[in-house]
Structures are given as C-alpha cells and as structure tokens.
T-cell receptor
Framework: NAGVTQTPKFQVLKTGQSMTLQCAQDMNHNSMYWYRQDPGMGLRLIYYSASEGTTDKGEVPNGYNVSRLNKREFSLRLESAAPSQTSVYFC???????????FGPGTRLTVL | QKEVEQDPGPLSVPEGAIVSLNCTYSNSAFQYFMWYRQYSRKGPELLMYTYSSGNKEDGRFTAQVDKSSKYISLFIRDSQPSDSATYLCAMRTSGTYKYIFGTGTRLKVLA
C-alpha cells in the first residue's frame, strides 16, 4: 500500500450524517479510483478520476460525490449516510504504462 | 451470471504444498489480468500482472492465462503460513479504465 494513504481508518456514523473520506497519493499518477468492498460482492467501483478536475461514475455511484481538486488528492463524500453504505472503502491509483492499480489501506465505515 | 467467478473457499493446505487459485470469466475481450493478495483488514496488494495469454513467473508465484477457456490461475509453490490471505483476481478489456474484480478466494496455509 505504499504511496496511497487514506483517512480516517475507521468511522461510525448515524443515518443522515455526512462525512468525507480522504485519499492522497505520492506516486504522481493521474488516475485514481474509489471502490467499496462488501462480503460476497467483491470490489465495486464507485467513482473514477482520470486527472485533476475530471470524474466519472462507476458501478455504484448513488449516494456519493467525489472531488479531485489536485493531482495528489481524491475525496469521497457521503452527504446523507445510510446503513447500506456500511462497507470498507478503498482508494486506488493506476500506474502507467501497464495500468496496474495500487490500493490504499482502506476506511472501515459503519452507518447505524 | 457474474462476469468474473471465483470460488470463495476457504482453501486449506499444509505448509509446503502447491496451491492453485482460479478465476473464470465470461467476457472474451478481457486482455489484462491481475492477481492481488489481501490480508485481513488490509488493502489489496498487487502480486502479478499479465497481458493476454501465457505464463508469468515471479519467485514462488506463477500466473497463467488461458483465453481459449476463459480461465486464469495463480500457482503458489512451497506455500507458507504467511501466504494465508484472500486472493483476488481482476481483469479488464483494452481501452477501458474499469477493472472487474472477483470476490476472492480465502487461503489458509497450515503450519
């Protein structure tokens, strides 16, 4: 997980609360991703950013917003948390030219 | 039917055994294949990356791609208790940023 950091590591929210998950990389790559990982579901893509200032929806974007204000940071925001958003969230950075993805350590989120 | 299928396990083997982990897929356009290892409560760690068909070896790990059968494998030789983890496969087509992940196989190597 070297090069990709995520904060916080753990978070408990009540239904309806908001929060922002932070991701930062020191790998100097353009493409960054947010995934959620749930038992039996594997990793599912929430949002993707090809470069600073650009974002695209993934497989499960509903209930989330993202922000890519600079090359280094990509944040994920839950505006009104729901129990269905209880999950482990991973940020990843894609490295050219082979386009392998490198993951951060994750944020474990529980919504009560 | 999921695009990528992976047996969830757990797969238990004795230390020193050769382990075979597999994924099947339905999209014949997949060209890029990755294997990740994920320890409990940690992020996935990239193990192997292969393009198209063939084998790739790195130390005790060998990745194989059989595109005709839509089947990929990860072999671990001389398995160690430290190899106990969940192994995820991932794949994508060319020209897309989106990887499709398997749900992972949990491996236990018994000392």
């Amino acid at each position: 997980n070297a090069g990709v950091t995520q904060t916080p590591k753990f978070q408990v929210l009540k239904t309806g609360q908001s929060m922002t998950l932070q991701c930062a990389q020191d790998m100097n790559h353009n493409s960054m991703y947010w995934y959620r990982q749930d038992p039996g579901m594997g990793l599912r893509l929430i949002y993707y950013s090809a470069s600073e200032g650009t974002t695209d929806k993934g497989e499960v974007p509903n209930g989330y917003n993202v922000s890519r204000l600079n090359k280094r940071e990509f944040s994920l925001r839950l505006e009104s948390a729901a129990p269905s958003q209880t999950s482990v969230y991973f940020c990843a950075v894609q490295a050219p030219p082979a386009n392998e993805q490198f993951f951060g350590p994750g944020t474990r989120l529980t919504v009560l | 039917q999921k695009e990528v299928e992976q047996d969830p396990g757990p797969l238990s083997v004795p230390e020193g055994a050769i382990v075979s982990l597999n994924c099947t897929y339905s999209n014949s356009a997949f060209q890029y294949f990755m294997w990740y290892r994920q320890y409990s409560r940690k992020g996935p760690e990239l193990l192997m990356y292969t393009y198209s068909s063939g084998n790739k070896e790195d130390g005790r790990f060998t990745a194989q791609v059989d595109k005709s059968s839509k089947y990929i494998s990860l072999f671990i030789r001389d398995s160690q208790p430290s190899d106990s983890a969940t192994y995820l496969c991932a794949m994508r087509t060319s020209g897309t940023y989106k990887y499709i992940f398997g749900t992972g196989t949990r491996l236990k190597v018994l000392a």
